[in-house]
């Protein structure tokens, strides 16, 4: 992909166009003059976007043809005039609460958000449990060391 890009990129170059007027997952026409503020735009909704590929990397950062797909999707949705909150809905209502990077706290995601923090409490009351009870036991309950001390 990066490959195409600098070749891309070159022959626009040759021409005497600008190759840093088109995004890399813009259409890659160099008639199209791409706006900072909407690519800006589209950059911000997209690093809180998962993709649904890679799965541990935003659609920001992703080179997946989905996470392509994803980017331009929300591109045409703010040129359309959709807000953030209206992307993020769409979004979640096609491909679930897994697509947002930072899912809602609600009954189904319950057990992502607080079943690590129950697993260390429930992890020190096994430890803690364990360590009375040994301290309970009599000396002649263990072995004794190999070399007599």
Do not use: H
Not at 96 to 113: E, H, I, N, R
């Amino acid at each position: 992909m990066a490959a195409l890009w600098m070749l891309w990129a070159g022959a626009v170059a040759a021409q005497g166009g600008t190759p840093a007027a088109v995004a890399p997952g813009a259409a890659a026409s160099p008639a199209i003059a791409v706006d900072p503020e909407l690519e800006a735009r589209v950059l911000k909704i997209s690093a809180g976007l998962r993709c649904l590929v890679c799965q541990n990397q935003t659609i920001a950062d992703s080179n997946a043809d989905l996470a392509v797909d994803l980017r331009n999707q929300v591109r045409e949705m703010l040129k359309r005039g959709d807000s953030p909150t209206q992307i993020n809905d769409y979004m979640t209502a096609r491909y679930g609460d897994f697509v947002l990077y930072k899912p809602p706290v609600k009954s189904t995601t319950a057990l992502l958000w607080y079943g690590p923090a129950a697993l260390l409490v429930l992890a020190v009351l096994i430890l803690v449990w364990i360590i009375r009870r040994r301290t309970k036991l009599p000396a002649d309950r263990f072995e004794p060391d190999p070399d007599g001390t």
